[in-house]
Nanobody, 127 residues
Framework: QAQLVESGGGLVQAGDSLRLSCVASGRTFSDYDMAWFRQAPGQERTFVAAITRGGDNANYVDSVKGRFTIYRDNDLNTLYLLMNSLKPEDTAVYYC????????????????????WGQGTQVTVSS
């Protein structure tokens, strides 16, 4: 069974940057499409970004386009989310997710599209 462990969260000010990491183990990382979701207090978990297993295609929610970049290093079994120009509304617990079934990455935007999940890392952006 695949295991995903996120790190890199923290408390930052608006306009700052953070890079989240998600290290995968237990399976062949390059067999999985990967994604980042986030969940703010009292709200549902929502899609942030996804990337194909080869790293050649990505998809983003509109609210983070131009600010966030998802990328991966298959040699290091690691998924990243580089977050620039952070806003208070980006405050949430961020989760990485993985799925082996091959579907168009543009369609993989729901929680139910992913089988494997990490435990989450808190990102807090102060104004």
């Amino acid at each position: 069974q695949a295991q995903l462990v996120e790190s890199g969260g923290g408390l930052v000010q608006a306009g700052d940057s953070l890079r989240l990491s998600c290290v995968a183990s237990g399976r062949t990382f390059s067999d999985y499409d990967m994604a980042w979701f986030r969940q703010a207090p009292g709200q549902e978990r929502t899609f942030v970004a996804a990337i194909t297993r080869g790293g050649d295609n990505a998809n983003y929610v509109d609210s983070v386009k131009g600010r966030f970049t998802i990328y991966r290093d298959n040699d290091l079994n690691t998924l990243y989310l580089l977050m620039n120009s952070l806003k208070p509304e980006d405050t949430a617990v961020y989760y990485c997710a993985g799925e082996r079934a091959s579907r168009p990455i543009s369609a993989m935007v729901r929680v139910g599209d992913y089988t494997y999940w990490g435990q989450g890392t808190q990102v807090t952006v102060s104004s």
